[in-house]
Nanobody, 115 residues
């Protein structure tokens, strides 16, 4: 059974940084593309970033390009999202997602950016 657990969210000020983590279990993590998606207040789910199974390539939404970095450690079955220069519009619940199959997600972690 796929199990994804996000952590690392919190309340920060504009310009601050956060690093999100996602612990994965129940599937062959190193074989799958993995993504971060987010849901901002009052909006639908929004794609943030995707990383290849072997970390050879990654992609970012224009809204986060140059500020966020996705990474993974296949030995630890863990996905990361380093978020720098956070802005109020980055306030959202962030989910890690196993791409392909049922597209399972974790329970999410809240990120709030406010002065």
């Amino acid at each position: 059974q796929v199990h994804l657990v996000e952590s690392g969210g919190g309340l920060v000020q504009p310009g601050d940084s956060l690093r999100l983590s996602c612990a994965a279990s129940g599937f062959a993590f190193s074989n799958f593309y993995m993504s971060w998606v987010r849901q901002r207040p009052g909006r639908g789910m929004e794609w943030v970033s995707t990383i290849y199974p072997d970390s050879s390539n990654e992609g970012y939404a224009d809204s986060v390009k140059g500020r966020f970095t996705i990474a993974r450690d296949n030995a630890k079955n863990t996905l990361y999202l380093q978020m720098n220069s956070l802005q109020p519009e980055d306030t959202a619940v962030y989910y890690c997602q196993k791409d392909g199959g049922a597209g399972e997600r974790g329970q999410g972690t809240q990120v709030t950016v406010s002065s």
